[in-house]
């Protein structure tokens, strides 16, 4: 991709991204991650969020194919690509799935890390059918 276009991309990645970082502090702002088990689940409905979701991340064209991965079933061939967005942030992941059928399912993920009360935390941002922001949130571990 186009030193240019990246700039543009990576940018437009940014904005929706701030926004979202901003609801995810304003979630976990009172959780202690030392008193979580493994997982937490919020759900957060946001409608003008959900429009810049649409424009700035799924109508993103992604610079980078992570895997190209095809796989025989008993009906045909099953194509799966990832394309991604790495950025010194957080990176956004397209998988489109492909089946022998020309049906294609098509996911946007972001991840990023995150450390609360001395606990390292992954976490997956999504849209679910619904227009509901879904953040995903994993507690890996205690640090220093």
Aim: glycine residues 4%; negative net charge.
């Amino acid at each position: 991709m186009e030193k240019g276009i990246l700039k543009e991309v990576e940018e437009s990645f940014r904005q929706v991204f701030s926004k979202i970082k901003d609801i995810y502090d304003f979630e976990v702002a009172e959780i202690d991650f030392s008193k979580v088990d493994k997982t937490i689940k919020i759900v957060v409905e946001d409608e003008e969020l959900y429009d810049d979701w649409l424009e700035n991340v799924e109508g993103l064209s992604l610079p980078e194919i992570e895997k190209i991965e095809e796989i025989q079933h008993a009906d045909g061939p099953y194509l799966k690509v990832d394309y991604v967005l790495k950025t010194d942030f957080a990176k956004l992941t397209r998988k489109i799935r492909i089946k022998s059928n020309g049906k294609i399912n098509v996911f946007n993920y972001i991840n990023f890390q995150d450390k609360k009360n001395n606990c390292v935390l992954y976490i997956e941002v999504t849209y679910d059918t619904y227009g509901n922001l879904i953040i995903n949130i994993e507690k890996a571990g205690k640090t220093g």
